[in-house]
C-alpha cells in the first residue's frame, strides 16, 4: 500500500502557495483488514451509536442549496481546501512510533523525500486532516451534548474510535437499547414448520446490518466533503425488520427537509457525488452508475461487504416509512415471517420488480399489512390511528427512529397459525379484493375506495403510501403484467390449499440457499 503524498498548488484567492495534504489509496485494501491492521483508521472505524452525531443538522433553519452552491461544492470536490496550509501534529497508530511530519512545502507534485520513504507503511496509510486547520463552517453548528441528533434507530452497541476530523466532535459512549426481542410462532403443522425454517434462514443478521451501517458511516464522511450539513440515511428492507441476507442496502442522502427537484437539483447532486465516488472512493467502491430515472439514484457496489447500494437524493417519506414498517415489523410475532415468505414466493414467480412493472417489495410489505389488519379478528391494528403523535408527517427526522420504542406489541385474540395466514393471503387477493374499485391502504386498516385524482385512473393495483398518499404500485401500468400477477395468487392459492406443502408454490431448498 502507499503511503499519503503532498502536493503544491497555488490558491487564486490568497495569491499563495498552499501545500494540501492528499490521500490514495493506490492497493485495494478492505476494511475489515484496515480495521484490524489499523485500529485509528477511518476505514476501519465501527458505526455510530445513536448520541454519536456530527453536528445538530437537523434542528438548524432549511438549507437551500442554490446554483451558486452548487457549483462550490463542485470546486470543493476539485480542491479540497487548497486556502489553508496543513499542519499536523505526531499521531501514533497502534503500536507505531508517532509519524513525523512538517508544515514546510518540502514536497513538489507526487514525488516523496527520502523521509518520508522510511515511514512504516502502516503510517503511511493513513488519511489526515489538519488539527491547526480554521474550523469549516460546519464546525460552528456542532451541538452541545445534550443536543446530539442521530440518524439511525438504536440497533447494536459499538466502540467509537475517536474521528481525527476536525468537523466530528469526540464524544463518550452511551448506553443504548437493544431492539426488542420476540419469540418466534409456534409451527405444529407441516407447512408452518417450512414457513419458519424459511425465516430463520434467510433472515437478515445483525452482522449483515452492520456491514451496511459501516459503509454508511465511511459514506457519510465523504459525502460531507462536497456537502457539509447533508446526512446519510440506512433506510428500507435493511432496516424495517423484513430484510434477508441478499437484501440490498438503500441510502438516502438529505441535504434539506424540503423536496428537491428531481429531475434538476437531485440529479445534479447525484452527478458530483457519482464523480467523487469514481475518483476517490474506487478502492472500495466499485461500478457506480448514475441512472437518470424519474427518481435518479447512484447504485453501486462495496467491494468489502460485497453489497449492492441504491443511493437517493431527499427521498423523505422513505425514511419516516422505513420505521413505521419496523414498528409494523415488531408488533406482532408472526408479521416478519408471513412477510419474508410472501416476498420469496413473489420473486420466485417474477412478480416482484417494478422496474419490469410488478410490484416492489414495499407494496408487498402493504399487501401483507392490510391483509392482516382487514381480518374478522385483526392480528394488526393501524398504529398510525392510535399513536398519531408518533408517526406524523410533521414530525422532524431526528425523532423518526424514537417511534418504534413508543409501541408496545400488539396482544391479538386471532390464533392462525403461519401456513393458514399465507393460505389467507393468496386467498384474499385472488377471489376477496376488489382491484377495479379499492384501494389498499395501512394508514386506515381498510380497503378504501379509490380516489378520482389523475394518479389513481387507468391504474390496476392501488396501495396507499402511508404518508404521502401517492400510490406505491403505480409501476403496474400494463394489464398483461396485471393479469399475470392476478393469475399467480390464483394459481399459488389452489396449489397450496391442496397439497398444503409449501414446495408446491416456492422450491424451499433453492429460496434457502439464495438466502
Known amino acids: 500500500m502507499r503511503g499519503v503524498w503532498f502536493c503544491e498548488e497555488r490558491d487564486p484567492n490568497l495569491n499563495t502557495n498552499s501545500v494540501c495534504l492528499y490521500y490514495r ?44 452552491q452548487l457549483i462550490d461544492a463542485q470546486f470543493n470536490f476539485q480542491n479540497a481546501d487548497l486556502s489553508r496550509a496543513v499542519s499536523l501534529q505526531q499521531l501514533t497508530y497502534g503500536n507505531v512510533s508517532p509519524i513525523p511530519t512538517s508544515t514546510s512545502p518540502l514536497f513538489r507534485g507526487r514525488k516523496r523525500l527520502s523521509d518520508e520513504k522510511n515511514l512504516p507503511l ?7 486532516h489538519s488539527p491547526h486547520q ?17 440518524s439511525m434507530p438504536p440497533l447494536f452497541h459499538t466502540h467509537y474510535v475517536p474521528d481525527i476530523v476536525r468537523c466530528v466532535p469526540p464524544f463518550r459512549e452511551i448506553p443504548i437499547l437493544e431492539p426488542r426481542e420476540i419469540t418466534l410462532p409456534e409451527a405444529k403443522d407441516k407447512l408452518s414448520q417450512q414457513i419458519l425454517e424459511l425465516f430463520e434462514a434467510c433472515q437478515q443478521q445483525v452482522s449483515d446490518l452492520k456491514k451496511k451501517e459501516l459503509c ?34 438503500d441510502l438516502c442522502l438529505v441535504v434539506k427537509e424540503e423536496p428537491v427537484n428531481q429531475k434538476t437539483e437531485a440529479r445534479h447532486i447525484l452527478t458530483l457525488v457519482h464523480k467523487h465516488f469514481c475518483t476517490r472512493l474506487s478502492g472500495y467502491i466499485e461500478r457506480p452508475q448514475l441512472i437518470r430515472a424519474k427518481v435518479p439514484i447512484v447504485k ?35 408479521v416478519r415471517p408471513l ?17 419490469r412493472g410488478t410490484l416492489s417489495s414495499y407494496s408487498l410489505v402493504l399487501m401483507v399489512l392490510h391483509y392482516l389488519q382487514t381480518l374478522p379478528e385483526p392480528i394488526l391494528p393501524s398504529i398510525q390511528k392510535i399513536y398519531p403523535e408518533s408517526f ?27 401456513g393458514d395466514l399465507l393460505l389467507g393471503f393468496l386467498k384474499y387477493y385472488a377471489t376477496e379484493f376488489d382491484w377495479n374499485n379499492q384501494m389498499i391502504s395501512v394508514r386506515e386498516a381498510k380497503a378504501i375506495p379509490r380516489p378520482d385524482g389523475i394518479e389513481w385512473r387507468n391504474k390496476y393495483i392501488c396501495v396507499e403510501e402511508p404518508f404521502d398518499g401517492t400510490n406505491t404500485a403505480r409501476a403496474v401500468h400494463e394489464k398483461q403484467k396485471f393479469d399475470i400477477i392476478k393469475d399467480q395468487f390464483l394459481k399459488s392459492w389452489h396449489r397450496l390449499k391442496n397439497k398444503r406443502d ?14
Not at 502502516?122 to 489526515?128: E, I, L, M, S
Not at 415468505?341 to 417494478?354: E, L, P, T, Y
Not at 420504542?405 to 391479538?412: A, D, F, R, W
Not at 414446495?503 to 438466502?515: F, G, K
Open 216 to 249: 454508511r458511516t465511511q459514506l457519510q464522511r465523504e459525502i460531507q466533503l462536497l456537502f457539509p450539513q447533508s446526512r446519510l440515511f440506512l433506510v428500507g428492507s435493511s432496516l424495517n425488520g423484513f430484510g434477508t441476507r441478499s437484501s440490498d442496502g
Open 134 to 150: 480554521e474550523p469549516a463552517i460546519v464546525n460552528h453548528i456542532v451541538p452541545l451534548s445534550g443536543e446530539r441528533r442521530y
Open 339 to 355: 412477510v419474508l415468505v410472501i416476498k420469496k414466493w413473489a420473486s420466485h414467480h417474477d412478480i416482484n420488480d417494478a422496474s
Open 25 to 68: 489509496w493506490k492497493n485495494t485494501c478492505s476494511l475489515l483488514v484496515n480495521k484490524s491492521m489499523f485500529p485509528n483508521s477511518i476505514l476501519g472505524r465501527p458505526p455510530f451509536t445513536p448520541n454519536h452525531q456530527q453536528h445538530n443538522f437537523f434542528a438548524l433553519s432549511p438549507t437551500f442549496y442554490s446554483h451558486q
Open 392 to 418: 406524523s408527517p410533521a414530525i422532524q427526522l431526528h425523532l423518526v427512529h424514537q417511534a418504534p420504542c413508543n409501541v408496545p406489541p400488539y396482544l391479538s385474540k386471532n390464533e392462525s397459525n403461519l
Open 502 to 515: 409449501l414446495n408446491s408454490i416456492l422450491p424451499l431448498r433453492a429460496a434457502i440457499l439464495q438466502r
Open 122 to 128: 502502516d503510517g503511511k496509510r493513513q488519511r489526515f
Open 300 to 334: 453501486f457496489r462495496d467491494k468489502v461487504s460485497c453489497v449492492e447500494f441504491d443511493l437517493n437524493v431527499n427521498n423523505i417519506v422513505g425514511i419516516r416509512n422505513t420505521f413505521l414498517l419496523r414498528t409494523y415489523a415488531y408488533l406482532e410475532n408472526r
